[in-house]
T-cell receptor
Framework: RKEVEQDPGPFNVPEGATVAFNCTYS??????FFWYRQDCRKEPKLLMS???SGNEDGRFTAQLNRASQYISLLIRDSKLSDSATYLC???????????FGGGTRLMVKP | GAGVSQSPRYKVAKRGQDVALRCDPI?????LFWYQQALGQGPEFLTY????????KSGLPSDRFFAERPEGSVSTLKIQRTQQEDSAVYLC?????????????FGPGTRLTVT
């Protein structure tokens, strides 16, 4: 079983739709949680950190449920430019390496 | 300012050749990481440096993989006697501090193809 699991998708949605991605992690000692975005043939870039209280950045909302070891990302009013792979990422309890899920591919269509 | 740079961007090696991949981190960043990303997968951790010290190499898949950062800045990942399964994108990331709460900034990667 992988340490961070995500549905690989693809999620095909029309512009303006709301889409949600989920992720589960197995290491209960994990300390930090993130969503990264990766465009085709590009490097991963930090989209947002995820906090227990939940956090929002514009059209993006991230939630963390430590009890269920579950992380989510909600994208509202999808744009064509949101098309990318979204990587769920967990920082080990050592605070060093990032453990990535396999990524969820999103395709926003006009 | 300048981000993380990696060279070469693309490398084709014949099976059995040795390769060296270079990473120039953001100036002043203490922490440096190497990750391997196979096609269609998320990146997987290879090794971690804090300044010149290699503190974690638990992700290196075999003793054919070796990394160094002798002066605490530029790092090189070397793969000896390359195999087809080594074909992947090798990503380098740097981080300002040592805490996991700092953001890791990724370079564009080196795409290695072993034929």
């Amino acid at each position: 079983r992988k340490e961070v699991e995500q549905d690989p998708g693809p999620f095909n949605v029309p512009e303006g739709a709301t889409v949600a991605f989920n992720c589960t992690y197995s290491n209960s000692a994990s300390q930090s949680f993130f969503w990264y975005r990766q465009d085709c043939r590009k490097e991963p870039k930090l989209l947002m950190s995820v906090y227990s209280s939940g956090n929002e950045d514009g059209r993006f909302t991230a939630q963390l449920n430590r009890a269920s070891q579950y992380i989510s990302l909600l994208i509202r009013d999808s744009k064509l430019s949101d098309s990318a792979t979204y990587l769920c990422v967990v920082n080990s309890d050592a605070g060093n390496m990032l453990t990535f899920g396999g990524g969820t591919r999103l395709m926003v269509k006009p | 300012g300048a981000g993380v740079s990696q060279s070469p961007r693309y490398k084709v090696a014949k099976r059995g050749q040795d390769v060296a991949l270079r990473c120039d981190p953001i100036s002043g960043h203490v922490s440096l990481f190497w990750y391997q990303q196979a096609l269609g997968q998320g990146p997987e951790f290879l090794t971690y440096f804090q300044n010149e010290a290699q503190l974690d190499k638990s992700g290196l898949p075999s003793d054919r993989f070796f990394a160094e950062r002798p002066e605490g800045s530029v790092s090189t990942l070397k793969i000896q006697r390359t195999q087809q399964e080594d074909s992947a994108v090798y990503l380098c990331a740097s981080r300002l501090g040592t805490s996991g709460h700092y953001e890791q900034y990724f370079g564009p990667g080196t795409r290695l193809t072993v034929t």
